[in-house]
């Protein structure tokens, strides 16, 4: 299915861009938002070799590369997801697989079928934890880090469905398959 993305939403990927590139850390760290696409969907990042970001043996900080990959798929994520739902960074896994010299860049992606895929199992009011892979290369094309990146998403608390209570949870019984959510017939002997 292809968005039609309103301009407004343009605007504010450029917006977003614009406060990411002056933002502290990411300066600090030489890291630049290259690009944001209108629907969230594609964000391309990347970091220029400095003398304040370079390790000990001459090469990027793993630190710095680190803070290159962080936010992003948390922030496209809200972006996509809208207001009702609570998104966090969870966990992160970095795998550091060659020395990174000259510029680096990551390119986040995300699919319509992926975003539709975790508003459908958030719709039952459980936390979903998508795992979702970034990949750090540099200027030879050459994988500089993996990063698997786990997020949190889930609706807020007031847009919850409503959770069973006590006595609607006694009258289930298990199926048997062992699926406990199966209603007892009320003309069945317990």
């Given amino acids: 299915m292809v968005a039609i993305i309103p301009e407004e939403y343009s605007m504010r990927a450029k917006l977003i861009r614009w406060w990411l590139n002056l933002y502290g850390p990411f300066m600090g760290a030489g890291v630049r938002v290259d690009h944001i696409s209108p629907d969230y969907l594609a ?40 207001p009702d739902y609570i998104v966090w960074d969870q966990a992160a896994h970095i795998e550091f697989v060659s020395p990174g010299r000259g510029t680096v860049r990551a390119a986040f992606r995300l699919t319509e ?33 993996r990063v698997r990146k786990l997020l949190y998403v889930r609706l807020k608390p007031a847009l919850r469905p409503p959770v069973p209570s006590p006595e609607t949870l006694a009258d289930l019984v298990p199926d048997q398959a062992g699926d406990p959510g199966v209603p007892r017939d009320a003309g069945e002997v317990r």
């Fill in 43 to 82: 964000v391309d990042v990347s970091m220029r070799m400095r003398p304040w970001n370079r390790n000990a043996v001459g090469t990027h900080f793993g630190g710095s590369l680190y803070s290159m990959v962080d936010p992003f798929y948390m922030l496209m994520l809200m972006q996509r997801l809208g």
């Fill in 113 to 145: 079928a992926q975003v539709d895929a975790i508003l459908a199992e958030a719709a039952s009011g459980l936390a979903v934890r998508p795992e979702l892979p970034v990949e750090v290369v540099g200027e030879d094309g050459a994988v500089v880090a």
